[in-house]
């Protein structure tokens, strides 16, 4: 049944050249614990589409139920993780995995076990006093996706988590997620260029058109690797 719910959405941006439909007549659904892909060229609207369902903007018609809640601002029971890691240069990877925490008044001492399984589970423990200047840019997203899952979200929002990484690394990133996946197992909407990495992470992967943005596939891989 559903979990996220997409209920004819639209997203229209008015800018100095008239408006833009960034996404049009967007209407799924989405099960619990399910990976969901979303691949599409530039510009197909995959970003405001996953923007949305987080609670980062709204539609501008339709409407998005998580859990049955409408939603309309970011959720504690959301994580999120961006193509630029975007972490706090001055803090430990330790306390930028627990930054959410501090920022959503959460008692930090009860989240240290959870950061450290997440850390080890990425390959990320010895890693946990460095600064974020001292690591490579895989390891930045790693920290990244351990900040996303600190708070046990039930949906986890990536939005091209893995774009600005060279072709080895990304491998490997695509490897550690699977993995990662194995013991977390969440709901997670994850946005990407590559339909390979789509079908090798993702239970589900929808493929968008550009100009008019539309979503034009909705596949069930056939062959996911077995979870759970
Ligand atoms: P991609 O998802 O293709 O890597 P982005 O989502 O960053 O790239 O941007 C896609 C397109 O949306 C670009 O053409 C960019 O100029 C445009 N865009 C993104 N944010 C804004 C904004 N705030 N105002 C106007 N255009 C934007
Ligand atoms: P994608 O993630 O698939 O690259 P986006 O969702 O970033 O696509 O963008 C979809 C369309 O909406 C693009 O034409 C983009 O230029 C436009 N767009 C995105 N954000 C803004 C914004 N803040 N203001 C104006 N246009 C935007």
């Known amino acids: 049944q559903a979990y996220v719910s997409v209920q004819n959405v639209h997203k229209t941006y008015a800018t100095r050249n008239g408006e833009v439909h960034a996404v049009q007549h967007a209407d799924f659904d989405v099960a619990e614990g399910d990976f969901l892909s979303l691949v599409g060229p530039s510009g197909c609207g995959k970003s405001t589409l996953v923007s949305m369902v987080g609670g980062l903007e709204n539609p501008s018609a339709g409407c998005i139920l998580v859990g049955g809640e409408p939603v309309t601002a970011p959720r504690r029971d959301f994580g999120y993780v961006f193509q630029d890691a975007t972490l706090l240069p001055w803090k430990s990877v330790l306390d930028n995995v627990l930054f959410p925490i501090r920022t959503q008044k959460r008692p930090v001492a009860e989240y240290r076990g959870e950061a450290e399984r997440l850390l080890r589970a990425t390959g990320l423990w010895d890693?946990?006093?460095?600064?974020?200047?001292?690591?490579?840019?895989?390891?930045?997203?790693?920290?990244?996706?351990?900040?996303?899952?600190?708070?046990?979200?039930?949906?986890?929002m990536m939005d091209e988590p893995f774009s600005a990484l060279d072709a080895i690394t990304r491998d490997d990133?695509?490897?550690?997620?699977?993995?990662?996946?194995?013991?977390?197992h969440k709901t997670a909407l994850f946005i990407t260029h590559s339909i390979r990495e789509a079908v090798y992470l993702?239970?589900?992967?929808?493929?968008?058109?550009?100009?008019p943005s539309r979503i034009v596939a909705d596949i069930r891989v056939p062959f996911a690797r077995p979870r759970r």
């Open 173 to 184: 990133m695509n490897l550690m997620l699977a993995q990662l996946w194995d013991q977390v």
């Open 202 to 211: 993702s239970d589900r992967v929808l493929v968008m058109n550009a100009r």
């Open 127 to 156: 890693f946990r006093d460095k600064r974020p200047s001292e690591l490579s840019g895989g390891m930045r997203q790693r920290v990244a996706i351990c900040r996303g899952l600190i708070n046990d979200p039930r949906l986890l």
